[in-house]
T-cell receptor
Framework: GNSVTQMEGPVTLSEEAFLTINCTYTATGYPSLFWYVQYPGEGLQLLLKATKADDKGSNKGFEATYRKETTSFHLEKGSVQVSDSAVYFCALSVGQAGTALIFGKGTTLSVSS | ETGVTQSPTHLIKTRGQQVTLRCSSQSGHNTVSWYQQALGQGPQFIFQYYREEENGRGNFPPRFSGLQFPNYSSELNVNALELDDSALYLC????????????FGAGTRLSVL
């Protein structure tokens, strides 16, 4: 079946540190891959996406590259800010009709000044 | 352009009761998906509605049911509530059943006592 595995959190960093959150997936077919972010008390917001192998999604300094050979979609940011503190979810979708998002368990990021 | 709105924001019910949660989709979107997010977990797909028809369903029992109205707003109904139904329920809207970007509301926090 289809599934997403994320690194366990919490991840605690100092401001301006480098961030990596690992995500690997299992899927039948050719999935689209996403990173969503959830700030406290809010719903999920799409951070970035990639729809085919070797695509790089980027937004707000975050990047992730769709690696088919390693079935991975790791999230990176060169210099984190306190405002990046949130829960990050890796997700995939496969197929056309009834396209459900399949999420990982989420990784909590806490950035201190 | 209004985003996805959900009501109520919080709800407390007792075991065995029934509950209805509501979702207004983003302007122009004709597809609504519902997710259950247990504490500390990623969202789990419940079902999707496209143009008023159920268009995909996750691994949830029949006591979870839904509706979509002509204006594309939606309801999630849960009968015979169980303690494990306590969770954040998220609604997401998108354009088209195969549309891969889903926009989420802030959710309804349901507590079952």
């Amino acid at each position: 079946g289809n599934s997403v595995t994320q690194m366990e959190g919490p991840v605690t960093l100092s401001e301006e540190a480098f961030l990596t959150i690992n995500c690997t997936y299992t899927a039948t077919g050719y999935p689209s891959l996403f990173w969503y972010v959830q700030y406290p008390g809010e719903g999920l917001q799409l951070l970035l996406k990639a729809t085919k192998a070797d695509d790089k999604g980027s937004n707000k300094g975050f990047e992730a590259t769709y690696r088919k050979e390693t079935t991975s979609f790791h999230l990176e940011k060169g210099s984190v800010q306190v405002s990046d503190s949130a829960v990050y979810f890796c997700a995939l979708s496969v197929g056309q009709a009834g396209t459900a998002l399949i999420f990982g368990k989420g990784t909590t990021l806490s950035v201190s000044s | 352009e209004t985003g996805v709105t959900q009501s109520p924001t919080h709800l407390i019910k007792t075991r065995g009761q029934q509950v209805t949660l509501r979702c207004s989709s983003q302007s122009g979107h004709n597809t609504v998906s519902w997710y259950q997010q247990a504490l500390g977990q990623g969202p789990q797909f419940i079902f999707q509605y496209y143009r008023e028809e159920e268009n995909g369903r996750g691994n949830f029992p029949p006591r979870f049911s839904g509706l979509q109205f002509p204006n594309y707003s939606s309801e999630l109904n849960v009968n015979a509530l169980e303690l494990d139904d306590s969770a954040l329920y998220l609604c997401a809207s998108s354009l088209g059943s195969g549309g891969d970007i889903q926009y989420f509301g802030a959710g309804t926090r349901l507590s079952v006592l």
